[in-house]
Nanobody, 121 residues
Framework: QVRLVESGGGWVQPGGSLSLSCEVS????????MGWYRQAPGKERELVAG???????NYMDSVKGRFTISRDNFNNMVSLQMDSLKPEDTAVYYC???????????????WGQGTQVTVSS
């Protein structure tokens, strides 16, 4: 069964750094898009950053210049380096992937289990 396995996160003081990683576990044909979402208490889930298999990236405005998304296509992994963290970055972060399990299958949307990121002094 294909699933996304996240690691990283935790607690850091404002201005600090954390990194998140997510791996596609299981055999898939291709993974066109991977990304990270976050959800703070009482708020809707929002896209933080996305990256295509060709390397195209997009970021939400509030993290531009502070967060960097990258991916390892060979190992089907995506990472998020978070620098200059602010208290408002506190949220549960979710890995997301759009993938094709087989060549002619319909696209599958998967979510990771979520990992807590807390920024506070």
């Amino acid at each position: 069964q294909v699933r996304l396995v996240e690691s990283g996160g935790g607690w850091v003081q404002p201005g600090g750094s954390l990194s998140l990683s997510c791996e596609v576990s299981g055999s898939v044909f291709s993974t066109p898009t991977m990304g990270w979402y976050r959800q703070a208490p009482g708020k809707e889930r929002e896209l933080v950053a996305g990256i295509s298999s060709g390397g195209g990236v997009n970021y939400m405005d509030s993290v531009k210049g502070r967060f960097t998304i990258s991916r390892d296509n060979f190992n089907n992994m995506v990472s998020l380096q978070m620098d200059s963290l602010k208290p408002e970055d506190t949220a549960v972060y979710y890995c997301n992937a759009v993938l094709y399990i087989k060549p002619n299958s319909v696209p599958t949307h998967l979510w990771g289990q979520g990992t807590q990121v807390t920024v506070s002094s």
